[in-house]
């Protein structure tokens, strides 16, 4: 079992940042990949951001590259996502998440292990 609590959402104006947290306990030897991904009411789950856990490679969907930045720290077992420049679009709720295998990582159906979520809403 691996648990994962997201913290760091709220309310910003458009332009401004965020960064959102996962700390990761349990069974996290094994991890591939962690990702974030978001959701509107009602809208299938949608990747924003990954990062191979031992190696550190990134990965963005385009509507955040260039805007948001996925990083690690391995030994606190914790992923980052730091949003600059976020526009009322961006309002949703962003979901931690975790897997041991490895392929699409831009699958929500890859990643075993969710967060409860942390919502971020922009206002314009």
């Known amino acids: 079992q691996v648990h994962l609590v997201e913290s760091g959402g709220g309310l910003v104006q458009a332009g401004g940042s965020l960064r959102l947290s996962c700390v990761a306990s349990g069974r996290t030897f094994s991890t591939s990949y962690m990702g974030w991904f978001r959701q509107a009411p009602g809208k299938e789950r949608a990747f924003v951001a990954a990062?191979?856990?031992?190696?550190?490679?990134?990965y963005y969907a385009d509507s955040v590259k260039g805007r948001f930045t996925i990083s690690r720290d391995y030994a606190k077992n914790t992923v980052y996502l730091q949003m600059n420049s976020l526009k009322p679009e961006d309002t949703d709720v962003y979901y931690c998440?975790?897997?041991?295998?490895?392929?699409?990582?831009?699958?929500?159906?890859?990643?075993?292990?969710w967060g409860q979520g942390t919502q971020v809403t922009v206002s314009s």
């Open positions: 990062i191979n856990w031992s190696g550190g490679s990134t």
């Open positions: 998440a975790q897997t041991d295998y490895i392929g699409t990582y831009y699958s929500a159906g890859l990643y075993n292990y």
